[in-house]
């Protein structure tokens, strides 16, 4: 399992539009050097490539989470 921050995704993404899959995959074994599996790759460079960031989340009133409202 690994993390990619979104600028490591943005760099993936472009080189998936620069240079297509296998110019990806190059790029993120680049970024994450224990990723051995070329087929693994492949399959990480189409998820990441695809995936768009998330709308910001509601807001919360300050002092005040989900878990603490629940139990008062």
Do not use: C
């Not at 224990?34 to 002092?63: F, M, S, Y």
């Amino acid at each position: 399992m690994f993390i990619v921050t979104e600028e490591e995704a943005a760099t993936i993404r472009q080189a998936y539009e620069r240079g297509g899959e296998w110019v990806a995959v190059a790029e993120l074994r680049r970024l994450f050097p224990g990723l051995k599996d070329n087929a693994e790759a492949v399959r990480w460079v189409r998820t990441i490539a695809a995936w768009h960031a998330l709308p910001p989340g509601p807001l919360q009133r300050k002092g005040t989470s989900g878990r603490d409202a629940l139990s008062q």
